[in-house]
């Protein structure tokens, strides 16, 4: 018998429709890296930076490039001694960037260039961050955030990731990953959370808010809950009914 969703009371239809839109956003956007990973799991233990970013980029510019992107970034970040001769290789695109305040304006995907970057000491041991350090320990796909990316574009995202090996026994390569923005989650999936009678937020795992239809309640903050919720299957989300607010910090 398939495992069932985990919830506190029988939960209504508009819950149900909106735990399954998020389930079904995040499925697309996997099934995106998974066929990135596939293409990047070609049997080479070393490789040239050259070549991998070469490689990198016709998977991703395309993506990034669409019409009605589903990234905001995607890109490939290698494990140390993998690209020969460094210890630290983001293979990074950034997409277009519309009239960003702190980034300026791009018309098509540009390269991620670390040395022009604040913020970016904390990448250099980046193997003790969680969108690397979860796919590496646990071998499974991870969802990090939502939180503020100052590396590269100063809002809220998720960051996607899911362990690249040549097998299931041999040492990660790096990991392949993709930054999605809330606001692109949010015009997905809000009308559904709008259709419902009562206020509902989606949460992550520490019950941060991603989304509310709640006005005291904003994206970023921790939330408290009472009364019916329904995890989104297979992802570190619940749907939280009339959620209540706490103190933000």
């Known amino acids: 018998m398939p495992e069932m969703p985990e919830i506190s009371q029988l939960p209504d239809v508009a819950i149900t429709n909106c735990a399954a839109a998020v389930g079904a956003f995040f499925a697309g956007a996997f099934t995106e890296l998974d066929g990135w990973r596939q293409a990047l799991s070609n049997g080479d ?8 970013d070469a490689r990198v980029e016709a998977l991703v510019r395309p993506a990034l490039n669409d019409a009605s992107p589903l ?7 290698a494990a140390p001694g993998y690209v020969r ?19 300026g304006s791009s018309s098509t995907a ?21 969108w690397y350090q979860v796919p590496q320990s646990t071998n499974q796909t991870h969802v990090t955030g939502p939180y503020v990316d100052h590396l590269c574009t100063c809002e809220y995202i998720f960051t996607l990731t899911m362990p690249v090996r040549i097998g299931t026994d041999t040492p990660m390569l790096g ?21 419902a009678d009562q206020p509902l937020a989606l949460v992550n795992a520490v019950d941060r808010v991603v989304i509310s239809t709640e006005p005291t309640v904003q ?18 989300f619940r749907v939280l009914v009339s959620p209540d607010s706490l103190p933000r910090f």
């Open 45 to 52: 233990t070393e490789v040239r930076p050259a070549e991998l």
């Open 71 to 77: 990234f905001v970034g995607a890109g490939f970040i």
């Open 85 to 103: 001769g460094r210890d630290i290789h983001f293979a990074w695109w950034l997409g277009p960037q519309a009239g960003n305040s702190l980034l």
């Open 110 to 130: 540009t390269r991620l260039d670390l040395a022009t970057r604040a913020y970016t000491d904390y990448v250099r041991d980046f193997r003790t961050l969680e």
């Open 175 to 195: 990991v392949v990953g993709a930054d999605v923005s809330v606001r692109r989650l949010e015009s997905m999936v809000l009308p559904l959370f709008l259709a």
């Open 219 to 236: 994206v970023g903050q921790l939330t408290a809950h009472s009364g019916n919720f329904m995890a989104c299957s297979g992802l570190p």
